[in-house]
């Protein structure tokens, strides 16, 4: 089953093309990987697909349903779910707090519901924090739950990004350079739980710069240079396109990693 | 024949008064473009520049002089309240609301403190040039709205060269363009922060001492100018010095002509109309905004 | 249990931390107990407890920008005194319609201005703030402008009035801590965690499915709410409104409450209202200076402790932190 699919999508700024004539899809099951050097236009192409930029031609398709030009908040309501490249975590909540805001599309108590407390309402709440909780396990931060989200050090507020990303329980999940500032026992276990999080159902594509985690994670690679596809597919494919190793200036160094 | 030099009559009185607003339009360009933020407290300085003026000229001083040394005077406020109010929130990376807030709060305390030493009853300043109006068509043209006009034609063409021609405005204008740049290259952007608030605190009082003789000034003066200020800025595109002073003669005109239609008492409800249309319709102005 | 002197400390942190909006409360009882003179100026930092934490929930929890709301308290305020002293309305039925009308006239300004951003916002409700003060002035034949409106009944329902000074203040006690439960019901809950989200980051928001739109007019409406409901409330304590009663000097004032107590904090706007509320007490004999003594305070508090009493235990903390390495080089 296909869960994504993106059908030539362009987007200039100006006079600026930062995407051009961009086509693939994305499997439902497995782990995949948008790579490309900086300024190769991969957080403007998460910027199309979630719906907080418009491109400037070209569809995207979410479950077969198009997509183009809804809301982010709509998109991420369907199922499509994504995180920043900077962390745009709440800083003043607490942890727990953080991930509980991640169910939000999950549950439905409005104003009236939360002045008079029905059953349903209190019911909702409980699950919410129960489910919060399960999910700060799963990325290994539960002891860490009524902590300030500001006090939590670089490496665990990328993993709660993902925890309240995964709260709303995406079909979809998109990591924007989900390993930027991690050291390399943090990027291990992350890898761990990206691949945790695949296992247990939801699609995964991430934007990445660190090949280690690409190479070890990531079942299909789509390569961007300059605003285009330049190649796709596994990445024993990849590592061994002659286009991909051009485009990272006979970088080898970084695929033999 | 004679309603038609009313007219004429209302729309002179509206530019008149519009050079004011534009002057104050862009005393809060002046601050905004050398630190992103708006002062609310702009209006202090115009009601300022009025009382300290009659303060002095009623000690007998020469009204040049007492222009000038007020002038002086309301810079230095300028300065200070940069200094105590302003300084410590930014330093601190205050949000814009807070900034906003504690200007505003500031211009409250300038103001209570004015009723405190001069009391609340109105006060005017004689006309700079003590001679019958001119008279144009029908059109009463008084002298002191030929000084209105000169004064503010003059600083236009001196902010112009100062902003173009000298060192330090360029500095200044480094400074609108890109704060972080400015940095590097050298220009003490906290100077220039403190700098641009004795410069348009300066604007404001030389706009309260044009315009005090065709009013009077009062301890409360201060906030409906620096509404209009601002809503001149907003009309001419936020941050353009000279699209504020566009903005303050459109406003002004906008305002006399609603009087002159619907009455008096709209005059105020006139402007804050002409600052909603431009805010939800061109939040960018007729110029279009500067960044 | 164990009594380490951690947990000591910690109880004690918990116990400063509730501190002043114990002693705020304490005010109230006792000024309840008392009846004196006090009541009147107990019962006016209650009625603006409420627009303070109407104020609150749209600025504290959702992080927006509002210089208008005086505008909502005047339209509560003049439709509770125009139905009841002009038309001869029952105040409750007055002071509904008025709550229907404030919660029309938000949504129809907030749905264009909350579309603003930055200084442009500020700007836009500073404008509808003083927009209802001109038509207050300006509507004479429903509002009679500057002389406003006078003798306006009690409250009360069919014979039941709210007469004696003390019945009053008990019912303000009343209508405070309900519209403080409200707030903390609101802010602990899916709607509340939706508002301090959009107030954290607006993108982080929309990508978990917030509609951010929707959430900020209906965060501005309820405070409109609030808002209405104290106007209702002054109306008919004082019996009296005139436009300089709902002019820019209660947007500061309440303000100055708001971080005073500590904005974002359920509690907050009771300790700042019934701490600035007694302020000029203290400071009776010199009216003029009131307005003097607000601004300066405001910007004292912004300066130097943007957190406000509510934050009072941080401070104290932070002092202790400081003073402890020093005890240790002490002989
Ligand atoms: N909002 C924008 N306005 C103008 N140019 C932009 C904008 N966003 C991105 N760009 C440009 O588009 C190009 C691709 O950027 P980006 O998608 O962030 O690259 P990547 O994420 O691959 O590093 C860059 O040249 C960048 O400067
Ligand atoms: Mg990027």
Same mark, same amino acid.
């Given at each position: 089953?296909?869960?994504?699919?993106?059908? $030539?999508?362009?987007?200039?700024?100006? &006079? +600026?093309? /930062?995407?051009? =004539?961009?086509?693939? #899809?994305?499997?439902?099951? @497995?782990?995949?990987?948008?790579?490309?050097?900086?300024?190769?236009?991969?957080?403007?192409?998460?910027?199309?697909?979630?719906?907080?930029?418009?491109?400037?031609?070209?569809?995207?398709?979410?479950?077969?349903?198009?997509?183009?030009?809804?809301?982010?908040?709509?998109?991420?309501?369907?199922?499509?779910?994504?995180?920043?490249?900077?962390?745009?975590?709440?800083?003043?909540?607490?942890?727990?707090?953080?991930?509980?805001?991640?169910?939000?599309?999950?549950?439905?108590?409005?104003?009236?519901?939360?002045?008079?407390?029905?059953?349903?309402?209190?019911?909702?709440?409980?699950?919410?924090?129960?489910?919060? $909780?399960?999910?700060?396990?799963?990325? &290994? +931060?539960? /002891?860490?739950? =009524?902590?300030?989200? #500001?006090?939590?050090?670089? @490496?665990?507020?990328?993993?709660?990004?993902?925890?309240?990303?995964?709260?709303?329980?995406?079909?979809?999940?998109?990591?924007?350079?989900?390993?930027?500032?991690?050291?390399?026992?943090?990027?291990?276990?992350?890898?761990?739980?990206?691949?945790?999080?695949?296992?247990?159902?939801?699609?995964?594509?991430?934007?990445?710069?660190?090949?280690?985690?690409?190479?070890?994670?990531?079942?299909?690679?789509?390569?961007?240079?300059?605003?285009?596809?330049?190649?796709?597919?596994?990445?024993?494919?990849?590592?061994?396109?002659?286009?991909?190793?051009?485009?990272?200036?006979?970088?080898?160094?970084?695929?033999?990693? | 024949?004679?309603?038609?030099?009313?007219?004429?009559?209302?729309?002179?009185?509206?530019?008149?008064?519009?050079?004011?607003?534009?002057?104050?339009?862009?005393?809060?360009?002046?601050?905004?473009?050398?630190?992103?933020?708006?002062?609310?407290?702009?209006?202090?300085?115009?009601?300022?520049?009025?009382?300290?003026?009659?303060?002095?000229?009623?000690?007998?001083?020469?009204?040049?002089?007492?222009?000038?040394?007020?002038?002086?005077?309301?810079?230095?406020?300028?300065?200070?309240?940069?200094?105590?109010?302003?300084?410590?929130?930014?330093?601190?990376?205050?949000?814009?609301?807070?900034?906003?807030?504690?200007?505003?709060?500031?211009?409250?305390?300038?103001?209570?403190?004015?009723?405190?030493?001069?009391?609340?009853?109105?006060?005017?300043?004689?006309?700079?040039?003590?001679?019958?109006?001119?008279?144009?068509?029908?059109?009463?043209?008084?002298?002191?709205?030929?000084?209105?006009?000169?004064?503010?034609?003059?600083?236009?063409?001196?902010?112009?060269l100062f902003f173009q021609k000298t060192l330090v405005g360029r500095a200044m204008?480094?400074?609108?363009?890109?704060?972080?740049?400015?940095?590097?290259?050298?220009?003490?952007?906290?100077?220039?922060?403190?700098?641009?608030?004795?410069?348009?605190?300066?604007?404001?009082?030389?706009?309260?001492?044009?315009?005090?003789?065709?009013?009077?000034?009062?301890?409360?003066?201060?906030?409906?100018?620096?509404?209009?200020?601002?809503?001149?800025?907003?009309?001419?595109?936020?941050?353009?010095?000279?699209?504020?002073?566009?903005?303050?003669?459109?406003?002004?005109?906008?305002?006399?002509?609603?009087?002159?239609?619907?009455?008096?008492?709209?005059?105020?409800?006139?402007?804050?109309?002409?600052?909603?249309?431009?805010?939800?319709?061109?939040?960018?102005?007729?110029?279009?905004?500067?960044? | 249990?164990?009594?380490?002197?951690?947990?000591?400390?910690?109880?004690?942190?918990?116990?400063?931390?509730?501190?002043?909006?114990?002693?705020?409360?304490?005010?109230?009882?006792?000024?309840?107990?008392?009846?004196?003179?006090?009541?009147?100026?107990?019962?006016?930092?209650?009625?603006?407890?409420?627009?303070?934490?109407?104020?609150?929930?749209?600025?504290?929890?959702?992080?927006?920008?509002?210089?208008?709301?005086?505008a909502f308290a005047a339209i509560g305020a003049y439709a509770s005194a125009v139905?009841?002293?002009?038309?001869?309305?029952?105040?409750?039925?007055?002071?509904?319609?008025?709550?229907?009308?404030?919660?029309?006239?938000?949504?129809?300004?907030?749905?264009?201005?909350?579309?603003?951003?930055?200084?442009?916002?500020?700007?836009?409700?500073?404008?509808?703030?003083?927009?209802?003060?001109?038509?207050?002035?300006?509507?004479?034949?429903?509002?009679?402008?500057?002389?406003?409106?006078?003798?306006?009944?009690?409250?009360?329902?069919?014979?039941?009035?709210?007469?004696?000074?003390?019945?009053?203040?008990?019912?303000?006690?009343?209508?405070?801590?309900?519209?403080?439960?409200?707030?903390?019901?609101?802010?602990?809950?899916?709607?509340?965690?939706?508002?301090?989200?959009?107030?954290?980051?607006?993108?982080?928001?929309?990508?978990?499915?917030?509609?951010?739109?929707?959430?900020?007019?209906?965060?501005?409406?309820?405070?409109?709410?609030?808002?209405?409901?104290?106007?209702?409330?002054?109306?008919?304590?004082?019996?009296?409104?005139?436009?300089?009663?709902?002019?820019?000097?209660?947007?500061?004032?309440?303000?100055?409450?708001?971080?005073?107590?500590?904005?974002?904090?359920?509690?907050?706007?009771?300790?700042?209202?019934?701490?600035?509320?007694?302020?000029?007490?203290?400071?009776?004999?010199?009216?003029?200076?009131?307005?003097?003594?607000?601004?300066?305070?405001?910007?004292?508090?912004?300066?130097?402790?943007?957190?406000?009493?509510?934050?009072?235990?941080?401070?104290?903390?932070?002092?202790?932190?400081?003073?402890?390495?020093?005890?240790?080089?002490?002989?």
């Amino acid at each position: 089953m296909i869960r994504l699919r993106v059908e $030539h999508l362009t987007k200039r700024f100006g &006079g +600026l093309v /930062a995407n051009s =004539d961009v086509t693939f #899809s994305i499997n439902a099951a @497995g782990v995949s990987a948008v790579i490309g050097p900086n300024g190769a236009g991969k957080t403007t192409l998460f910027n199309m697909i979630s719906g907080f930029s418009p491109p400037t031609e070209g569809r995207v398709f979410f479950n077969e349903q198009e997509i183009t030009g809804l809301e982010p908040e709509e998109i991420a309501t369907r199922g499509l779910v994504r995180t920043f490249q900077l962390t745009q975590l709440f800083q003043n909540q607490s942890v727990l707090e953080n991930v509980m805001i991640g169910r939000h599309v999950r549950t439905k108590a409005g104003v009236i519901g939360a002045l008079l407390r029905p059953r349903w309402v209190r019911d909702e709440e409980r699950q919410t924090e129960q489910r919060s $909780h399960e999910l700060l396990d799963l990325v &290994g +931060l539960g /002891a860490q739950a =009524d902590m300030l989200a #500001s006090t939590l050090p670089y @490496g665990q507020q990328r993993l709660l990004e993902i925890a309240r990303a995964m709260a709303t329980d995406p079909q979809l999940l998109m990591l924007d350079e989900p390993a930027a500032g991690l050291n390399h026992e943090e990027t291990e276990k992350l890898s761990q739980i990206i691949r945790r999080i695949s296992d247990l159902g939801t699609t995964v594509l991430l934007i990445e710069h660190d090949m280690r985690l690409v190479m070890n994670t990531a079942d299909h690679i789509v390569v961007l240079n300059f605003g285009r596809k330049i190649a796709e597919g596994s990445p024993s494919h990849i590592q061994a396109d002659k286009d991909v190793i051009e485009a990272y200036l006979g970088g080898t160094e970084m695929l033999d990693a | 024949m004679l309603d038609l030099s009313f007219l004429g009559q209302t729309i002179l009185n509206g530019l008149s008064v519009g050079c004011i607003y534009g002057l104050i339009g862009i005393g809060f360009c002046v601050i905004y473009n050398a630190s992103g933020i708006v002062n609310f407290a702009q209006g202090a300085f115009v009601m300022l520049g009025g009382m300290i003026t009659y303060v002095l000229v009623s000690l007998n001083v020469p009204l040049i002089l007492a222009a000038a040394i007020t002038i002086i005077c309301v810079a230095l406020v300028g300065v200070i309240i940069e200094r105590i109010v302003v300084r410590p929130l930014w330093d601190r990376k205050a949000t814009m609301f807070v900034m906003i807030l504690a200007t505003l709060a500031a211009q409250i305390v300038i103001e209570r403190a004015t009723l405190i030493v001069v009391g609340d009853q109105p006060k005017s300043l004689p006309v700079f040039t003590d001679l019958p109006p001119l008279r144009l068509f029908g059109i009463a043209i008084g002298y002191q709205t030929l000084w209105i006009f000169g004064t503010s034609i003059v600083l236009i063409i001196a902010l112009g060269l100062f902003f173009q021609k000298t060192l330090v405005g360029r500095a200044m204008r480094a400074c609108a363009i890109n704060r972080e740049a400015a940095a590097l290259q050298g220009i003490q952007v906290s100077h220039m922060l403190a700098l641009s608030f004795a410069l348009s605190a300066g604007l404001g009082a030389i706009a309260g001492i044009l315009v005090t003789p065709t009013q009077f000034t009062a301890f409360n003066v201060g906030t409906p100018f620096a509404i209009s200020g601002f809503i001149a800025a907003i009309v001419g595109g936020f941050g353009r010095p000279f699209g504020a002073f566009l903005g303050g003669l459109t406003l002004g005109l906008a305002q006399a002509l609603a009087v002159y239609s619907l009455g008096s008492g709209l005059k105020n409800m006139a402007a804050l109309s002409v600052l909603l249309l431009f805010l939800f319709l061109r939040p960018s102005g007729i110029l279009g905004s500067a960044k | 249990m164990t009594n380490s002197p951690a947990t000591i400390s910690s109880k004690l942190m918990a116990a400063l931390r509730h501190a002043p909006a114990i002693a705020a409360a304490g005010m109230v009882a006792y000024a309840i107990a008392d009846g004196g003179y006090i009541v009147t100026v107990v019962g006016f930092g209650l009625i603006y407890t409420i627009f303070v934490a109407g104020l609150n929930i749209f600025m504290g929890y959702a992080g927006q920008t509002s210089f208008g709301q005086n505008a909502f308290a005047a339209i509560g305020a003049y439709a509770s005194a125009v139905l009841t002293a002009t038309y001869g309305w029952p105040p409750l039925l007055a002071a509904l319609a008025g709550i229907v009308a404030t919660a029309i006239c938000a949504f129809v300004i907030g749905y264009p201005t909350l579309r603003l951003k930055g200084h442009y916002l500020a700007m836009a409700t500073l404008a509808i703030g003083l927009i209802i003060y001109e038509v207050a002035v300006q509507w004479q034949s429903v509002t009679n402008g500057y002389m406003g409106i006078s003798g306006i009944p009690a409250l009360g329902i069919g014979h039941y009035e709210l007469l004696s000074d003390r019945a009053q203040l008990i019912f303000l006690a009343i209508m405070a801590v309900l519209s403080l439960a409200a707030s903390w019901l609101l802010r602990h809950s899916r709607f509340g965690r939706a508002l301090v989200a959009l107030s954290g980051s607006e993108d982080a928001a929309r990508a978990l499915g917030i509609n951010v739109r929707q959430y900020k007019l209906t965060a501005f409406i309820i405070s409109a709410i609030y808002a209405s409901i104290s106007g209702t409330l002054f109306v008919h304590i004082v019996g009296f409104i005139s436009p300089e009663m709902i002019g820019m000097n209660m947007v500061i004032l309440a303000f100055t409450m708001l971080y005073v107590g500590g904005i974002g904090t359920t509690t907050g706007p009771l300790i700042g209202a019934i701490v600035i509320g007694l302020l000029p007490e203290s400071i009776r004999s010199f009216k003029d200076y009131q307005d003097l003594v607000y601004g300066a305070a405001l910007i004292l508090i912004l300066i130097y402790a943007p957190g406000g009493i509510a934050s009072l235990d941080q401070v104290v903390k932070k002092l202790l932190r400081t003073k402890a390495p020093a005890k240790e080089v002490a002989p």
